[in-house]
């Protein structure tokens, strides 16, 4: 059956660290995959998405990675601050037009 | 200035009843949404519409009913509600298979 799995419920940090959070997919062939990010109370917020023939892409501390071969993308959060706390999914693109299937989500605390 | 909203925010209904969420875009965007999010955070589409077309179609019980009078608009209608029925429903847009932006969410409640 068709999964996205990302890592643990919850990621704990400590300010200035870099924050790695993992999507690990089975049984997709995605033709792109995004991230979006969301606060309490709030809507996901579009972050970085990245394509199959892509392996990385960058947005000023944001760095997300795609390996087809691994079925699994790293999204990095570098020099992190507690204002990057919050849930963060992984969502491929694929099969049927426009369909947005979206990862189990992980909750990143960053503290001081 | 708002792109994409929803009403209401906050719904606290009895099993039984029958209610619609409504939701407008205003980003000229083609494509509509409905997403469920559960307790756990986990987002699960239910619908798209795109040009006022239902294009997806999730298993969902058939209480639930969408319904798009025109592109920028897309409402939920929710007949029976049911005791699971309670989560957070976010609607969202985008043009194509671009990005997608999501509303503020509606808290449904059944009691």
């Known amino acids: ?112 | 200035d708002t792109a994409v909203s929803q009403t209401p925010k906050y719904l606290v209904t009895q099993m039984g009843n029958d209610k619609s969420i409504k939701c407008e875009q205003n980003l000229g965007h083609d494509t509509m949404y409905w997403y469920k999010q559960d307790s756990k955070k986990f987002l699960k589409i239910m619908f798209s519409y795109n040009n006022k077309e239902l294009i997806i179609n999730e298993t969902v019980p058939n209480r639930f009913s969408p319904k798009s009078p025109d592109k920028a608009h897309l409402n939920l209608h929710i007949n029976s509600l049911e005791l699971g029925d309670s989560a957070v429903y976010f609607c969202a847009s985008s043009q194509g298979q671009g990005r997608q932006f999501f509303g503020p969410g509606t808290r449904l409640t059944v009691l």
């Not at chain 1, 199959?52 to 997300?64: G, H, P, T, Y």
């Open chain 1, 1 to 112: 059956s068709q999964k996205i799995e990302q890592n643990s419920e919850a990621l704990n940090i400590q300010e200035g660290k870099t924050a790695t959070l993992t999507c690990n997919y089975t049984n997709y062939s995605p033709a792109y995959l995004q991230w979006y990010r969301q606060d309490p109370g709030r809507g996901p917020v579009f972050l970085l998405l990245i394509r199959e023939n892509e392996k990385e892409k960058r947005k000023e501390r944001l760095k997300v990675t795609f390996d087809t071969t691994l079925k699994q993308s790293l999204f990095h959060i570098t020099a992190s601050q507690p204002a990057d706390s919050a849930t963060y999914h992984c969502a491929l693109v694929g099969g049927t037009a426009s369909k947005l299937t979206f990862g189990t989500g992980t909750r990143l605390q960053v503290t001081l």
